[in-house]
């Protein structure tokens, strides 16, 4: 089986919530790592996604941060939800 990750930035304007997080997250940029498997046995490649993680500031330690699993479409939520206050 073969695994890619793809890195991505995503800014959000304002601050905002995504399900799986407890707190608020203040706005800014923000590391976004999309794990895919290749699917074997087709005649042209096919990836589906299987893991996306997000860098976030760490709530215990200043000035830390920590990779916490998120789903992809709870992802796209809180980015529309973050276009939808400008």
Do not use: K, N
């Not at 601050?15 to 997080?21: K, L, S």
Request: aromatic content about 6%; proline content about 5%.
């Amino acid at each position: 089986m073969t695994i890619r990750s793809r890195r991505e930035t995503v800014t959000f304007r304002h601050p905002f919530h995504i399900r799986g997080i407890a707190r608020e997250l203040p706005a800014g940029p923000y590391e976004v790592v999309t794990d895919e498997e290749m699917i074997d046995g087709l005649s042209f490649a096919v990836w589906r996604r299987v893991a996306t993680m997000i860098t976030v500031p760490s709530e215990a330690v200043r000035g830390a941060t920590e990779v916490r699993s998120i789903g992809s479409v709870d992802l796209a939520d809180a980015q529309r939800a973050d276009v939808e206050r400008r």
